[in-house]
Structure formats: structure tokens, C-alpha cells
T-cell receptor, first 114, second 111 residues
Framework: GAVVSQHPSWVICKSGTSVKIECRSLDFQATTMFWYRQFPKQSLMLMAT?????????EQGVEKDKFLINHASLTLSTLTVTSAHPEDSSFYIC??????????FGPGTRLTVL | GDSVTQMEGPVTLSEEAFLTINCTYT??????LFWYVQYPGEGLQLLLK?????DKGSNKGFEATYRKETTSFHLEKGSVQVSDSAVYFCALSDRNEKLTFGTGTRLTIIP
């Protein structure tokens, strides 16, 4: 089946530093990938839609200068949290659109900002 | 905007018990409805879906029927197994195929 990986699975960083999270579709090509954020006991919230070779589309309220998304190839999208602060601590999940427009999800990355 | 409300967990059942996880939605238009499952340490997987009113999605013994009149998409299984222990998410998608999720329900099945 379609597999999506994320790296790292967890990361701890100091306030003010930047963190990059990778999302890869391992056995299929994905022109569209999605980035979600999940707070404890809350829904997954869509942050942005990433299209290969073009700029990402951000949801209302998501700071595009803080959450940089790059989708440089059909199998890789990256999310960079710039100048991270403790309030950015969260669980970040990506998905890739595959066959029949089904979204295949990665296992998530837990970010903790100290 | 669109929203999904699902039963809060955690839910603990004995093996072979009947399962219902309630899900209701609010949406403009006619969304598609989904149930996703997340097993420990893995990504969300599509469990089943329904794209129009009265459709029934089914997979692995799980079923859910798209009820437009009650704006519901309740998940059911007649006899659960230990291997069904996971977190279940109800979701809808709009015309742009953006997914809106419920908060998830953690299900634990005890032998």
C-alpha cells in the first residue's frame, strides 16, 4: 500500500531555533501534500496544502513566514518551523494525496520547544 | 465553517462486544464522510468512506451509513477484537477535498 514517512518522529529544540520536518511518499508520487497540526485531545487542523513546484496555500490564521513549506519533488515536502517558541510545540502530521484522491498519512512528528 | 463532533473517549470494551462511535457533522453543501483509524505508532489510515446520502461504507467488519437527515455517520462493528484497539477519527471533506477532523476516540479492547 501507499506509505508516507516523516522524519524526525520527535524533536526537542531551544526557543528561537528553526526545525525542519520531512514528509516523504515512499512508493508513489504525490503532487499534493498536506500539513496538519494536532494539539492534545483536539482535532487535526489543516495548516497548509503543498503542491509540487508551486507555493503552498496556507489556511487562515497560519503564519506562512513562520511555517515554511517546500515541495521540491513529487515525493518530498518539508515544513520548517522558524524561530520556534514554546507555543509551537505540537504534533505535526503530513499526508500525501495518492490514487483516487485518497490521502495517505505519515506517523507524525512531535515537536517540543523549550 | 465545517465541523465534526465525535464521541469523546476513551472507550473500553470487552472482546466480541458491539461497538458504536457516534459522529455528527455540520457542513454547507454535500460533503464526503470518512472514518480514519490510527494504530499505535502508525499514521492515520482510511477505514471507510461514503460520498453521498444513504451510502454505507464498510471495511474490516466496520460499517457507517451517511445519514443526511440526522447529519450523522456513526461507526459500528458487531464484534470487536483486541486488534481493533486504536484511535478512530471521523472526518468530512468539502469540494476542495480539504479534510475536517473530529477530535478522535481512543478505543481499547480487553480480552
Amino acid at each position: 500500500g501507499a506509505v508516507v514517512s516523516q522524519h524526525p518522529s520527535w524533536v526537542i529544540c531551544k526557543s528561537g531555533t528553526s526545525v525542519k520536518i520531512e514528509c516523504r511518499s515512499l512508493d508513489f508520487q504525490a503532487t499534493t501534500m498536506f500539513w496538519y497540526r494536532q494539539f492534545p485531545k483536539q482535532s487535526l487542523m489543516l495548516m497548509a496544502t503543498s503542491n509540487e513546484g508551486s507555493k503552498a496555500t496556507y489556511e487562515q490564521g497560519v503564519e506562512k513566514d513562520k511555517f515554511l513549506i517546500n515541495h521540491a519533488s513529487l515525493t518530498l515536502s518539508t515544513l520548517t518551523v522558524t524561530s520556534a517558541h514554546p507555543e509551537d510545540s505540537s504534533f505535526y502530521i503530513c499526508s500525501a494525496r495518492g490514487v483516487a484522491d485518497t490521502q495517505y498519512f505519515g506517523p507524525g512528528t512531535r515537536l517540543t520547544v523549550l | 465553517g465545517d465541523s465534526v463532533t465525535q464521541m469523546e473517549g476513551p472507550v473500553t470494551l470487552s472482546e466480541e462486544a458491539f461497538l458504536t462511535i457516534n459522529c455528527t457533522y455540520t457542513a454547507t453543501g454535500y460533503p464526503s464522510l470518512f472514518w480514519y483509524v490510527q494504530y499505535p505508532g502508525e499514521g492515520l489510515q482510511l477505514l471507510l468512506k461514503a460520498t453521498k446520502a444513504d451510502d454505507k461504507g464498510s471495511n474490516k467488519g466496520f460499517e457507517a451509513t451517511y445519514r443526511k437527515e440526522t447529519t450523522s455517520f456513526h461507526l459500528e462493528k458487531g464484534s470487536v477484537q483486541v486488534s481493533d484497539s486504536a484511535v478512530y477519527f471521523c472526518a468530512l471533506s468539502d469540494r476542495n477535498e480539504k479534510l475536517t477532523f473530529g477530535t478522535g476516540t481512543r478505543l481499547t479492547i480487553i480480552p
